[in-house]
Nanobody, 125 residues
Framework: QVHVVESGGGLVQAGGSLRLSCAAS????????MAWFRQPPGKEREFVAAISWSGDSTYYADSVKGRFTISRDNAKNTVYLQINNLKLEDTAVYFCATRTKVIYGIRDRMAYDYWGQGTQVTVSS
């Protein structure tokens, strides 16, 4: 089992940057693919990015490619999401999650368990 806590959100002007962190507990953290999802106001939770257990493979939603970078430090049990050139539509609660069900695709919310409480990112004009 993995317990995760997200941090790093805040209020940022459009065009700005943030780095979100997901601190995980559990000695098997380095065995799991980890992902970031987000939930905009009034909308469904959506896939943002994922990273394999080794960090060698990364996956992104088309809407964030080129602006978001996911990374991990297994020695620190932490996953990061670097967000650059923030846009108004990036406003959302950002969640970290652990992939536990490989029968579902890596971008499928159903593949993930052990969600954190989320961190709010608000982009202003």
């Amino acid at each position: 089992q993995v317990h995760v806590v997200e941090s790093g959100g805040g209020l940022v002007q459009a065009g700005g940057s943030l780095r979100l962190s997901c601190a995980a507990s559990g000695r098997t953290f380095s065995s799991y693919t980890m992902a970031w999802f987000r939930q905009p106001p009034g909308k469904e939770r959506e896939f943002v990015a994922a990273i394999s257990w080794s960090g060698d493979s990364t996956y992104y939603a088309d809407s964030v490619k080129g602006r978001f970078t996911i990374s991990r430090d297994n020695a620190k049990n932490t996953v990061y999401l670097q967000i650059n050139n923030l846009k108004l539509e990036d406003t959302a609660v950002y969640f970290c999650a652990t992939r536990t069900k490989v029968i579902y695709g890596i971008r499928d919310r159903m593949a993930y368990d052990y969600w954190g409480q989320g961190t709010q990112v608000t982009v202003s004009s």
